[in-house]
């Protein structure tokens, strides 16, 4: 690995990884998101971005569009996804 500062995107995506694990495991699986480790995510880092993240009926449509394998739990794969989405929905929102 290279000793010169990270550019925006590496540090991005550092961040991503360290929030999935931040929140994954806390009720299980350490390489998994369950639904209450994912309310608990959505709720503390995008609040601002989902307003009503706290909506156990919003959060459980998420989980069900989410679990590509009907695990009932969201691996990283599905975690990015849902970040992927939400960018793309979101890059209009604000002016950068």
């Keep these: 690995m290279s000793k010169e500062p990270s550019s925006n995107l590496e540090n991005a995506m550092q961040m991503l990884i360290k929030t999935f694990h931040k929140y994954s495991g806390k009720e299980g699986d350490k390489y ?18 989902l307003g009503n993240a706290r909506d156990g009926e919003g ?3 998420v989980m069900n569009d989410l679990d590509a394998n ?4 969201v691996d990283f794969t599905e975690f990015i996804i849902l970040m992927g989405a939400l960018t793309v929905a979101c890059e209009g929102c604000n002016e950068l």
């Design 70 to 73: 009907s695990d009932g739990e």
């Design 32 to 49: 998994t998101l369950s639904r209450g480790e994912l309310r608990e995510l959505l709720t503390e880092e995008l609040g601002s971005y």
């Design 59 to 61: 959060v459980e449509k």
